[in-house]
DNA sequence: TGTGTTATATCTTATATAAGTTATATGTTA
DNA sequence: TAACATATAACTTATATAAGATATAACACA
């Protein structure tokens, strides 16, 4: 029980948001798992259906469930047509959202320089995989990627196991290691092609590109993936929306 | 009443959170003011307590109105410390985001063309005002706006009146046209420093810019305002979050 | 192929208690 | 008396429970 007003205070809801999550991260239903319905909860709890369904609607507006009427609650996985694109914040400028084409370039092993292990809460020189690829709509490249993720959590990543998987990155990482990514911070500038850029994307030295900064997080924001996508925007614009 | 199944079926609480938006939209509560509490409104629209509760709930998530604890509810303004930045993408990368400096460029009467018209759901040649203004960071240019809203709503708007309002412009617009930004959309491209912009940033030309372009609504999702904004994120970062 | 059953989330109402805010009344003290 | 502190009351939203009706989906079975 929790004494009202003290320092600790939280209400009951939230202790019940806070028990379904650690649940989460026991991997005690994976994504795309049903969880229990909402009288079983209830009862496991020992609360009752109102204060469940008042944590789990918290839960689905931060998009860590799915509610669907009829059917239950669902685990969001980044599997699935609507889902892949959940993340990509990159669309056409006439039209909407497909998911891009990726193309592997390399996987390789290093160790955390420290601002990449302040941003994975590693310690320095710890040992990350990086992962480098090459997004394309209808065959153009647009997007280059970088990305960073903790090798201990991710054991047994290498070139050929990306490969042979078909579907976005994060639905891979679902699969293969757990970890259901469910929120990211991205900073954005505007820099210039180098010549890396320029023989990936096919463009000239000095076009202006996004720079794309993104931390991802998984259950309980601990932070898993740091990622740097240099974008083309000449046909495609970074959608967002703000209230 | 209503039909369920009927293919206009809303749930009450739905129908709620339109009355109290069509009495926003009329102007019977500003921005800033308290709307009735939550057993007024039960009683007025003949619903039950919770019935309001959850219409607040989903008005209060969109950052329409604010709820606080003992006091009631309110009118969401832009007005006020935190809200002024509510809009306000742009940060400093080592630290927090503070309210910039604006410095009013022009204000002229234009007529719409095509492209403005079509965003802002105005017939071609409609007569709208387009403001251009710096803002600076300590004292240092970073965004060149162009900004254009339609004459019609914003009636006596000049560079005068302008000048003379000390806040944000979303606060100016609420204050002396009661018009509430409620919601925006933004597409975001890099692009090299033209002429003006090299002019205005104090940068030289070529220097890559973030050009965001944005769409804000006010009640009823009817887009208000058209803007163009080309920043120089040298030392800043457009910050975004997804989840 | 239907048709009913069951399980799920959703919606609506009702009631009670807790907790934050403000104004007012009531002291208490200098 | 005047200034200040404290208690109380009245209002608000927040939390928690309960119960019933409805919508949607899946499945068993005739």
């Known amino acids: 029980m929790n004494i009202p007003s003290s320092p600790s205070f939280r209400p009951l809801y939230d202790q019940i948001k806070i028990l379904i999550t650690q649940s989460l991260i026991a991997g005690e239903w994976g994504p795309g798992d049903a969880i229990p319905s909402e009288i079983d909860l209830a009862t496991r709890f020992k609360v009752s259906q109102g204060t469940v369904r008042k944590a789990i609607d918290e839960l689905a507006a931060e998009n860590i469930v799915i509610r669907r009427q009829g059917k239950g609650t669902f685990v969001a996985s980044h599997s699935g047509e609507r889902s892949s694109t959940r993340f990509l914040r990159i669309s056409r400028d006439d039209g909407l959202a497909e998911y891009p084409q990726s193309d592997l370039l390399s996987v390789t092993r290093e160790r955390a320089p420290e601002n990449t292990a302040a941003l994975l809460e590693l310690r320095n020189g710890a040992s990350i995989f990086c992962i480098k690829r090459l997004l394309s709509f209808e065959g153009k490249a647009q997007i280059l990627d970088e990305i960073h993720v903790p090798a201990a959590s991710f054991k047994g990543l290498d070139e050929h196991v990306i490969r042979a998987y078909t579907g976005s990155l ?74």
Chains 1, 2 share one sequence.
């Not at 891979?172 to 010549?195: Q, T, W």
């Not at 931390?215 to 740091?226: I, K, L, N, Q």
């Open 170 to 243: 994060y639905s891979f990482f679902e699969s293969h290691f757990g970890i259901a990514m469910i929120r990211a911070e991205e900073h954005i500038k505007a820099v210039l092609a180098g010549p890396d850029e320029a023989t990936h994307l096919k463009i000239a030295e000095g076009i202006p590109l996004l720079r794309i900064d993104r931390v991802a997080f998984t259950y309980g924001d601990r932070p898993v993936e740091w990622r740097r996508g240099l974008c083309h925007t000449n046909q495609f614009s970074y959608v967002t929306e703000m209230s």
